[in-house]
């Protein structure tokens, strides 16, 4: 996070005064700390504070002042591990999370949703412990952000077709929101594959701009990729299997298969379970290369109706309408007449109290009958 501009120091003493009902400790009472929620507000100093007293209740209620000595299950760290590689070009810290390989599923089963959201609350807190004493190098000013890789190779829709998987991801990412603005320097996702792009659909919504602003996102292409990092990541502090020389990261990561791609297996999934929020929409958004290529899709939700879309590239291939999802399935085929960027959208907006449990399945065949695509 740059330094306060002329402006910003002006409104860090307004700020100031209009939080000194919070009883702020001497390290939130800092600069640093308090133009974080400024800037997350877009310069409103009622709205920041209100995050901030929000935030701080949380914080309270999570007793997240000690969550630095709390100690993750092992089996869950077996799970969902994550390595801290060291400091990017500007001295903030990088983590890398080799998400892909997780068994969110079995997170779920074994009863530590609680456990993983916590987890990443700790992730969150260590990374600011490691930035005290570290300054942007050519400036007077502290490092306050840290950088994510993500690195999606392996991820299946039989990890992610889970209601309480996906949810997890949703609260992960509302918390982050939430209680942690502009500590975000940069997210990095390696290796986005279809599965990842119908995920992102559910968290993007989710995201402030400023935050979405700071993701990149890159496909399974190394040669696209990994110059992308190294502009701001040492090669040094890379694991090997990402075309770094850090060899001090566990070698299982590079050992990660690709998502299975057997017709038997992908018959044996079932629905993508997600929730569209109230007065919200979801928009699944994917690319069909062929012309002429069919798209077969299903979607139910469990309680309530929905409002259904498609179009492509500013056609309109079915005209928004609600649906009754709850009592039947709702099933169709679409023929693809040109290659183009097809959007599948399920609008929430008219409800502005009920959230809807959706379940959908999309699949796109080339003419020739070959499976291009399979959200499900």
Not at 115 to 120: D, E, L, M, P, S
Not at 123 to 145: A, L, Y
Not at 222 to 251: C, F, M, Q, Y
């Amino acid at each position: 996070m740059s330094a306060p501009s002329a402006q910003e120091i002006e409104l860090l003493a307004q700020f100031r005064t209009l939080t000194s009902d919070l009883n702020l400790s001497t390290e939130q009472n800092t600069d640093l700390f308090l133009l974080r929620w400024i800037r997350a507000r877009d310069l409103n100093l009622d709205a920041a504070k209100e995050m901030l007293a929000q935030s701080l209740k949380w914080r309270e209620e999570n007793d997240i002042e000690n969550i630095l000595s709390w100690e993750p299950p092992s089996e869950f760290l077996d799970i969902c591990a994550l390595e801290f590689l060291g400091y990017d070009n500007g001295n903030a810290p990088v983590i890398y999370s080799p998400f892909g390989r997780w068994d969110l599923k079995k997170v779920v089963n074994k009863g530590q949703k609680d456990t993983f959201i916590r987890y990443y609350d700790q992730v969150f807190e260590k990374s600011f412990s490691r930035m005290k004493g570290k300054t942007i190098p050519g400036e007077n000013w502290p490092v306050s952000q840290f950088v994510f890789l993500v690195d999606m190779k392996g991820l299946s829709m039989r990890t992610l077709a889970s209601m309480g998987a996906v949810d997890m991801c949703v609260q992960t990412v509302l918390r982050f929101e939430n209680n942690q603005p502009e500590t975000l320097k940069a997210l990095y996702v390696i290796n986005a594959n279809l599965v990842f792009t119908s995920l992102f659909a559910v968290i993007k919504p989710l995201l402030s701009q400023r935050t979405f602003g700071k993701f990149h996102i890159y496909g399974k292409d190394e040669s696209v990729w990994r110059p992308a990092l190294l502009e701001s990541i040492p090669n040094t502090i890379l694991p090997v299997h990402l075309g770094g020389t850090n060899a001090n990261i566990d070698k299982s990561y590079a050992d990660v298969p690709e998502e299975a791609k057997v017709e038997e297996e992908e018959e044996e999934l079932g629905f993508l379970q997600v929730t569209v929020p109230a007065g919200g929409t979801l928009n699944v958004d994917f690319r069909v290369d062929e012309g002429n290529s069919i798209i077969s899709y299903a979607f139910k939700t469990e309680k309530y109706d929905l409002a259904f879309a498609v179009n492509c590239d500013g056609k309109a291939y079915i005209e928004k309408c609600r649906v009754d999802s709850h009592l039947t399935v709702q099933e169709g085929v679409i023929q693809c007449d040109t290659p183009g960027d097809y959007i599948f959208t399920f609008d929430n907006s008219y409800s502005r109290l009920r959230t809807k449990a959706l379940e959908y399945r999309i699949q796109v065949k080339t003419p020739e009958g070959k499976k291009q695509i399979t959200f499900k």
